[in-house]
């Protein structure tokens, strides 16, 4: 009788004993120790949907709009500055230049001659050679709302003259076969009496 309980227990115990060996089974320390630590590594985990609401704000459609249309305002008015600058010089460049009816550059002008070839040098814009139909090209503006590299126009008591506003109160004009192109004051004595109006073309 007892050779063969002992018989019967020895296999079940090796059983067991290779179980544990092999980490078939786990102990219940063993198995509480694997559910803490499958619960800590969840919680650092971040879910999918958290990452998703991380990373999918809405994006300020109005705010990147305003911004976009700032940015290229600033680019214009920079580029509009560096025109009526090269106006300005290419315009001042020529004083001293003559007068001859007719001409438009690059050595000798007409006073139509003259804003024609500023324009086209400054700006590629193409003027008539005509101070009146150059005038209807513009927007017309105000003395008071003059910048360097607008157009200033003389049409009173039988004039028909244009020059260059390059500021100040000057101007740089093709005056006459006796004085060429020189500077002048938009409203001196002569042209004072004579001013018809302004105008802009960039």
């Known amino acids: 009788m007892l050779s063969i309980s002992r018989r019967r ?26 559910t803490t630590t499958s619960v800590r590594a969840a919680a650092a985990s971040p879910t999918t949907s958290s990452v998703a609401k991380a990373t999918s704000r809405p994006v300020n459609r109005a705010a990147l709009a305003k911004a976009t249309a ?33 001409h438009a550059g690059p050595h000798s002008f007409d006073c139509s001659g003259l804003a024609m070839y500023v324009y086209a040098k400054a700006a590629g814009i193409s003027l008539p050679h ?3 139909a150059q005038y209807s090209m513009t927007t ?7 910048r360097a590299g ?6 009173r008591n039988g004039a028909h003259h244009v020059a260059i506003y390059i500021g100040g109160g000057k101007m ?5 076969p006796r004085h060429g192109v020189r500077i002048d004051s938009v409203f001196g004595p002569w042209y004072g009496s004579h001013f018809s109006g302004a105008g802009r073309l960039i």
Do not use: W
């Not at 090269?86 to 230049?97: D, E, N, Q, Y």
């Open 9 to 34: 227990f020895l296999p079940a115990s090796f059983l067991l004993a290779t179980a544990l060996t092999l980490g078939v089974a786990a102990t219940p320390a063993q198995a509480a120790q694997s």
């Open 70 to 102: 700032a940015k290229a305002a600033a680019t214009q008015a920079a580029r509009v500055a560096r025109i009526r600058s090269s106006i300005v010089s290419i315009a001042l460049s020529k004083v001293g230049s003559a007068y001859v009816a007719g």
């Open 130 to 132: 005509y101070s009146r």
């Open 140 to 146: 017309h503006i105000s003395a008071k709302s003059l």
């Open 150 to 155: 607008d157009l200033v126009f003389f049409f």
């Open 172 to 176: 740089v004009g093709a005056a006459n």
